[in-house]
């Protein structure tokens, strides 16, 4: 069954360290993934997908295919990289088209 | 920047009672989708569509629900007799493309139901 875990439901740092939000997934197709990110009382937006292999606010993610993760990283956190963390896996086939999301990392980052 | 609008923000409803969530997606996006998020819980897909069908519904999408786009621009999702745990916040996205593109986001419509 198509799936997305992301097994940390918090994660907490301290501003200039090394973050890293993880997600697996399980897809028997071709796997299309995303980040999207959710600031406080803001709307749910697209931070990275693998596909583009960019780097976005300094975060990158690398599909692993091997051992079927798409984890995001950031080596050095800044305050304003709090926010809600939904890793999310596109189904596309035939008449598909919709996102798996995971269950969302909640980041923290302390001064 | 073009957005995803939806209203209400909030809706307080009796259980039985039909509730319509509006949506107004972004003007050339071909698209649309109904997502849920019950407190706690992850975000889940609900319904897409595309060419005014139905192009892909869940489990969740079941009779109680259906979608429509009456006017060109409005995309609305109905529930026909609210239960309690239909309490959820229900984002409306749309996306240019169906494959591998970016889905734009509203900001949801927290649904009571009491």
């Known amino acids: 069954a198509q799936r997305v875990t992301q097994p940390e439901k918090l994660l907490s740092v301290f501003k200039g360290a090394p973050v890293e939000l993880k997600c697996n997934y399980s897809y028997s197709g071709s796997p299309e993934l995303f980040w999207y990110v959710q600031y406080s009382r803001q709307r749910l937006q697209l931070l990275l997908r693998h596909i583009s292999r960019e780097s976005i606010k300094g975060f990158t993610a690398d599909l692993n295919k091997g051992e079927t993760s798409f984890h995001l990283k950031k080596p050095f956190a800044q305050e304003e990289d709090s926010a809600m963390y939904y890793c999310?896996?596109?189904?596309?086939?035939?008449?598909?088209?919709?996102?798996?999301f995971g269950k969302g990392t909640k980041l923290s980052v302390k001064p | 920047e073009p957005e995803v609008t939806q209203t209400p923000s909030h809706q307080v409803t009796q259980m039985g009672q039909e509730v319509i969530l509006r949506c107004v997606p972004i003007?050339?996006?071909?698209?649309f989708y109904w997502y849920r998020q019950i407190l706690g819980q992850k975000v889940e897909f609900l319904v897409s569509f595309y060419n005014n069908e139905i192009s892909e519904k869940s489990e969740i999408f079941d009779d109680q629900f259906s979608v429509e786009r009456p006017d060109g621009s409005n995309f609305t999702l109905k529930i026909r007799s609210t239960k309690l745990e239909d309490s959820a916040m229900y984002f409306c996205?749309?996306?240019?493309?169906?494959?591998?593109?970016?889905?734009?986001f509203g900001q949801g419509t927290r649904l009571t139901v009491v």
């Open positions: 996205a749309s996306s240019l493309e169906r494959v591998n593109t970016e889905a734009f």
């Open positions: 999310a896996l596109g189904q596309y086939g035939g008449s598909q088209g919709n996102l798996i």
């Open positions: 003007s050339n996006h071909l698209y």
